[in-house]
Nanobody
């Protein structure tokens, strides 16, 4: 069984930075895409960023391009999301996700394992 545990997050002022991390147990991210999604209050869960199965490719939602960066550690046990120049619209619960088998890191239905989520709050 693959378990994902998020950490980091918290509250920050507009323009600040936050790093959220996701540690996998039961299996690493090596060979499987990892991604971050977020759900703001009253809204659906949306894609934020993804990193490819081998770690060489990254994708971002238009709303976070140039501000957020997804990465994976050398051992591929952890996927991180560094969020810079945060805005109040970035306030959400952030979820880490990975796959049962390697697929193109696309939509939510392409991910089989999910973390519990972690809150990021940006104040103006």
């Amino acid at each position: 069984q693959v378990l994902l545990a998020e950490s980091g997050g918290g509250s920050v002022m507009t323009g600040g930075s936050v790093r959220v991390s996701c540690v996998a147990s039961g299996r690493s991210f090596d060979g499987y895409a990892g991604a971050w999604f977020r759900q703001a209050p009253g809204k659906e869960r949306d894609f934020v960023a993804a990193i490819s199965c081998l770690g060489g490719g990254t994708w971002y939602a238009d709303s976070v391009k140039g501000r957020f960066s997804i990465s994976r550690d050398t051992g591929a046990d952890t996927v991180e999301l560094l969020m810079n120049n945060l805005k109040p619209d970035d306030t959400a619960v952030y979820y880490c996700a990975t796959q049962r088998r390697c697929k193109f890191p696309g939509e939510q239905q392409d991910y089989d394992y999910w973390g519990q989520g972690i809150q990021v709050t940006v104040s103006s």
